[in-house]
Each structure stands twice: as structure tokens, then as C-alpha cells.
């Protein structure tokens, strides 16, 4: 019954794709299988030998053997598992590393077109002020004359203001 009982639940197993119960099955039966032979032996129905009275540690030890055959295809297994785990790991950091190599080099090349682009603006706005406040301290100098009072005292905040833009720029 016990052996009956095995090879039903092992081949169930097998089928729904657990592999490592065959090794399981196949060791219990030897160890059930020896120590029938033992018993058997014992009760009368074998022939008593010294072979067959070391039966049940014949069937022990096949049932280590193949658990330890079992258990190593397990560890293989799980190492075949981890190095390709490993590799897809190492791969999508890879593709990380690109990814960010690749934004980098955007972001270098957006900062160089903003440092070109404030150079330009920089050049572009500065021109024009200080061509307002040299007009501006040329008729101050009185270049253009005498000037009333009033606007000498704008012509002077054009120049403090337009000075202040310059350095801001």
C-alpha cells in the first residue's frame, strides 16, 4: 500500500511538472523496498541470507544516494537560475548606464547651447545700453549744449539705471 500510495502521489507530481519528486519516489521505494525485503525475510517468505538481511541498509543507502543526486541537480539547477538572473541584471544595468551616458551628453549639449544663447542675448542687450548711457553722458558733457536742470536730472537716471541694467546683464 505504502509503495502504491508513492507512486500515485510521485507520478501526479511528475506530471504537473515537479521533476524532483521522481528522485523523492524513487528513494523511498528503495527505502521502502529493503525494508519490505527485511520483513519479508524475517516473517519467513525469503529465503534468509546475509545479503538479504542487509537489505534495509542497501535501500537506505540507495534512498541517500538518490536524494544527494536530487538535491545536486537542484543546486545546478538554481546556479543555471542565479547566472542567468545575474546576466539580465547585469544587462539592464547596462541599459542604464547607456540611458544616463545618453542623457548626459543632452543635458552637456543643452547647457552648452543655454551658455551660447546667454552669451548671444548678454551681447545683444548690452550693446544698446551702453550706446544709450554714452548719448546720455555725451549730453551731460554738453556736447549738445547747455541743458535745463530737468533734464540733466533724467538724463543722470538714465545713466545710474542703465549702468545698473549693464551689470545686471
Known amino acids: 500500500v505504502f509503495l502504491v500510495l508513492i507512486g500515485v502521489v510521485g507520478s501526479t507530481l511528475v506530471r504537473e511538472g515537479n521533476f524532483y519528486a521522481r528522485n523523492y519516489v524513487a528513494a523511498m521505494c528503495c527505502l521502502a523496498g529493503g ?10 517468505v525469503l529465503p ?28 545546478r539547477r538554481l546556479r543555471e537560475e542565479a547566472d542567468r538572473n545575474r546576466e539580465l541584471a547585469l544587462e539592464a544595468a547596462r541599459r542604464q548606464i547607456d540611458e544616463q551616458e545618453k542623457m548626459n551628453r543632452e543635458i552637456q549639449r543643452l547647457d552648452q547651447l543655454k551658455d ?6 548678454s551681447h545683444e542687450l548690452r550693446t544698446p ?15 549738445a549744449g547747455p541743458l535745463p536742470a ?11 539705471s542703465g549702468r545698473r541694467l549693464a551689470n545686471l546683464v
Open 35 to 44: 525494508g519490505i525485503t527485511y520483513i519479508l525475510t524475517i516473517r519467513g
Open 48 to 75: 534468509h541470507s546475509s545479503l538479504v538481511l542487509q537489505a534495509p541498509y542497501v535501500g537506505g543507502a540507495l534512498n541517500a544516494f538518490i536524494l544527494s543526486a536530487g538535491l545536486g541537480e537542484r543546486v
Open 116 to 121: 551660447l544663447f546667454l552669451a548671444t542675448t
Open 129 to 143: 545700453i551702453n550706446g544709450m548711457v554714452g548719448l546720455a553722458d555725451a549730453l551731460l558733457d554738453g556736447y
Open 150 to 160: 530737468r533734464a540733466e536730472k533724467n538724463l543722470r537716471i538714465i545713466v545710474e
